[in-house]
């Protein structure tokens, strides 16, 4: 995290020029590849990763479809982040797998990030892998969002436990541990409940389900959108309970 957290004001100064554009020009993308390129730099991070990681963002950012799109500010500033978060470990086909055979991964983030169906992709990825994946949803704040996630689980044929009785995260997370080991399923996803803000309350609860599932990875669900604000909500999620990787969605 301290790569992001040196590059955090450039990068938003960067990004926010070229987010509103409507006509990016050639000249555009040589100067922010340019600034980018510095940033990084100036950010220690290594010379060969750099060099990767501007090609590949240049790559993507002069594809006609980015160029000749409604909004090239908007998805070139995608691109870098997307592009970012690989680069820093955070892709799905990296994922650590518990080598006792069951693994477990915590997916956190605010409300709307796309932790839901983010849970359910995952699934259906996992699960055409050869895999077998159990998700459950332990939000008890929103009783429907036990039912979106039911009904997508559903529409994949993925197993899914929920129990809408109990008010308490972290039994449901036990009991959904012990439904997949019982169901010998090897990879428990587990959907949370997120807030409009980070909070307290929101830290506690996940703390709590963290200590009992024991997540192999902790992943912060992000919606591309709100940008380079990401690397800040990394940061205070990675402060209180740690965080393992990010998926944008
Ligand atoms: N365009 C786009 N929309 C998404 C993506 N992931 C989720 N969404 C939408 O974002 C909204 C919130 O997603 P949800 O998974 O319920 O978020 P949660 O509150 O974090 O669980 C829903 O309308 C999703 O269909 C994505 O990768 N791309
Ligand atoms: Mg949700």
């Known amino acids: 995290m ?18 509103g554009k409507s006509r990016i ?21 290594h010379y060969q990763v750099v060099k990767d990681l501007v090609n590949e963002i240049s790559g993507k950012a002069a594809g006609s479809e980015v160029m000749q799109s409604i909004t090239p500010g908007q998805q070139i500033v995608k691109i870098v982040y997307d592009s970012l978060a690989e ?4 892709s799905e086909s990296k994922l650590a797998v518990n080598p006792k055979g069951f693994t477990v991964y915590m997916l956190y983030g605010l409300q709307g990030a796309g932790k839901t169906t983010t849970a359910a992709k995952l699934a259906y990825h996992l699960k055409e892998q050869g895999k077998k994946p159990i998700l459950t949803s332990v939000d008890v704040h929103r009783p429907a969002a036990a039912d979106q996630l039911n009904i997508l689980a559903q529409s994949i044929d993925v197993p899914c436990y929920i129990n809408k009785e109990s008010k308490k995260a972290e039994v449901i997370a036990q009991e959904a541990m012990d439904r997949g080991r019982y169901l010998l399923a090897d990879t428990l996803i587990v959907d949370t409940a997120g807030r409009m803000t980070i909070d307290e309350e929101m830290m506690t609860e996940l ?12 992943l912060l669900i992000v919606d591309a959108m709100i940008g380079q604000e990401a690397v800040n909500i990394a940061l205070e999620f990675d402060r209180d309970i740690g965080l393992d990787g990010f998926i944008m969605t």
């Open 2 to 19: 301290a790569v992001f957290q040196g590059l955090s004001e450039k990068l938003q100064a960067i990004t926010d020029r070229m987010r």
């Open 25 to 45: 020009t050639e000249s555009d993308l040589k100067e922010m590849m340019r600034e980018i390129r510095l940033a990084l730099l100036e950010a220690d991070v």
């Open 87 to 90: 680069i820093l470990g955070g």
């Open 207 to 218: 703390k709590a389900i963290a200590s009992v599932v024991k997540p192999d990875e902790k």
